[in-house]
């Protein structure tokens, strides 16, 4: 059962989602998209000591952790600076292409100030930080490297609209337009913009239809997509919450790693899914769409983050990611939302990040002038 007046809320507080598996007694089977693996030998013992290897292959399971000042150091990044900030235990690593900040024991981190999420709490051992290998391996290392874009002569991006025809999506309190709507505006919006810069587009949707997840993936992959990105926009479980704005990012979660965002699904860590070849690419793009939107729009950040039940990202066989591209419950960005001016802005933000020219590396930040983030409470 779907309900479809539901939106696509991705905040922590249970809701029924639109356009994902509502969760059941009777599991849903996908089998064709998940495998299991089963767990592999620890690689490294408890805190406190160095583990042999931890560059990994994508998709095994592992345990262990490393002091980061080892890390950076057989990296060339670093150095590593303890901050005065408040009584958490935090720490900045300065690498030669961005500012890591990690606080101990929240798995909220930043990248050049923007949020992002660790599978696991860094640790502190004789009061140095210690990160679990996954997040050393699926977190930290694709951020020290540029994101690579397809070459330009030969490069396809499938735009996805979320929802359509009975599939609402969330109804915006400024003017009571639904999400399915915005969703398709941001993405007919997009689609000219990187044409003109070396993409060939398809969109998943070009009207008002219906279209399942799964024929979602199965269009990517009949079109043997490069990339994949799926618009929506969001909402608040509850009219209490009708403060809760910001733009998020998504992708798949990588195996052996809980996810950021549950909801209601079962989180079953062991899977293996056919994105998570793409754990690498999926956090680059996801980084850089996300900062992108957030340095056009101005809105808050809401951090790039991870889930592992949402059907058009598990089951792609090319780089995926899904924007939640603000809150539609929030009366103040609900009204930008419906602004075509804003849409535009939205879109030509995401293009920006996708385009060699438009996509110039913003200056990283510096331990000097890192502040804290206004939104970087630690977070449950
Ligand atoms: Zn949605």
Sequence with gaps: MVLVLAGCSTSHVKTTYADQPVPSKEPVREPVETEHVTEGPALAPPPGSTPEAFHLPTNRLVKGWIPLRK?????????????????VPTFALKATNGLLIIRAYDQVAYWNSMEFHLGFAPQIVNGQPMLHVLDVAKNIEPLMHPLALP???NRLIVIDAGHGGSNLGTKSVADGSYE???SLDWARRLAPILETNGWK???TRTGDVDMSLTNRVAFADLNKANLFISLHFNAAPSPADHDEAGIETFCVTPTGMPSTLKRDFEDDSTLVFPNNRFDVENLQYAMQVQRSLLKISGAKDHGVRRARFMTVLRGQNCPAILVEGGYMSNPREARRIADPNYRQKLAEAVAAALIEKMAAPIPPTTAENYTSPTNGAPKQ
């Excluded at 890390?71 to 009584?87: H, V, Y």
């Design 71 to 87: 890390w950076s150091e057989d990296q060339n990044a670093g150095p590593i600076q303890r901050l005065a900030s408040g009584t």
């Design 151 to 153: 070459e330009r002569t």
């Design 180 to 182: 399915k709507e915005f």
């Design 201 to 203: 587009v398809l969109l």
